[in-house]
């Protein structure tokens, strides 16, 4: 691998090969390296070829170099400024569900009634003989 070739450095490099996962860079006559789909542009790639075909020149940065491997990773994306994002349209508050008619009070008789007024009433209806099942 060329030494000049530095993590964070801008260069122009030619499109030699494109792939379904990324685009393959040649940065010298020895050196290549790989631009990922997701470095491609600011915003969802679905095809690389809508974006770049062989032979285009593109300015790419230099995101990672493994010696070892022999790979580096490049991002086209870090090149450009990301666009202005619109402020999103507010979301719609949900809308309150309309509470159910009251049930109007007829003498002496509630629409609802809450459990500690109906437990003593239970009670006793567990207690009688006439309602026990025999």
Do not use: C
Not at 49 to 61: C, R
């Amino acid at each position: 691998m060329t030494e000049k070739i530095e993590t964070g450095s801008v260069l122009t490099g030619k499109v030699t090969g494109i792939q379904p996962y990324g685009a393959f860079i040649a940065l010298d006559e020895n050196t290549q390296g790989l631009v990922h789909i997701s470095e491609i542009t600011h915003g969802y790639v679905k095809d690389i070829n809508d974006h770049l075909k062989v032979g285009d020149e593109v300015k790419v940065k230099v995101l990672s170099i493994d010696e070892n491997a022999g790979k580096i990773g490049l991002s086209i994306r870090a090149t450009e400024e990301a666009p202005v994002q619109q402020a999103a349209a507010k979301p719609k508050k949900p809308r309150k569900r309309q509470a159910a008619a009251i049930v109007p009070e007829v003498e002496g008789q509630q629409g609802f009634n809450t459990l500690k007024d109906k437990l003593q009433e239970w009670i006793d209806q567990s207690q009688r003989e006439d309602l026990i099942k025999k």
